[in-house]
């Protein structure tokens, strides 16, 4: 049988509320959008690259997205020492490239899981938190709200190219 993305119920973001639910809601609807774009495409379908020219795959984006998360929340926010999801030691694309032999539903549920670890790492940390940016070439200090502002923009630029892609694959459109 082949594994497909499973449909998700998208959340949307509440109309009120204060600064940090606000934050985690938008994120979580982004976090829903790229999943949504996922939804129902097979392994084959997610790595597949809808433009030439390019090495951007839904997969690829799923996969990015996993690491991305985890450095700026787990790792950078929350001080925990963990290693890249991906080997960038040779590849600084790793997780947009090797998508050929890539274990679709592993990287999605990598991703899901690399999600709620975001969560709980950062739940008790202050939005007004501050912390160093992991580049040591970057001396700048970084708070918690940052990171969700920049979350934010990171996964809207993301999902648009995720739209493309889903259109490319099959022809379905969103918002």
């Known amino acids: ?25 938008f994120l ?8 949504w774009k996922c939804a129902g495409l097979t392994g084959e379908q997610l790595r597949t690259r809808a433009v030439p020219t390019s090495n951007i795959t839904l997969l690829g984006l799923l996969r990015h997205m996993a690491d991305v998360e985890r450095g700026w929340f787990r790792v950078t926010a929350a001080g925990k020492s963990l ?3 991906y080997d960038y030691s040779t590849d600084p694309d790793a997780d947009f490239n090797a998508i050929e032999t890539a274990d679709a539903a592993r990287d999605y549920a990598r991703y899901r899981d690399e999600l709620a670890k975001c969560d709980a790492a950062v739940a008790e940390i202050a939005l007004d938190a501050e912390f160093p940016h992991p580049r040591p070439d970057r001396p700048d200090m970084y708070t ?28 379905v459109t969103g918002e």
């Open 1 to 25: 049988m082949t594994w497909t993305a499973p449909e998700i119920d998208r959340r949307e973001p509440p109309f009120a509320g204060d600064e940090r639910t606000q934050l985690q809601a």
């Open 28 to 35: 979580d609807y982004h976090r829903d959008t790229l999943l």
């Open 83 to 85: 290693s890249p999801v």
């Open 144 to 171: 918690l709200r940052w990171v969700y502002l920049h979350m934010l923009e990171e996964y809207a630029r993301h999902n648009g190219h995720a739209d493309l892609l889903r259109e490319a694959i099959d022809g």
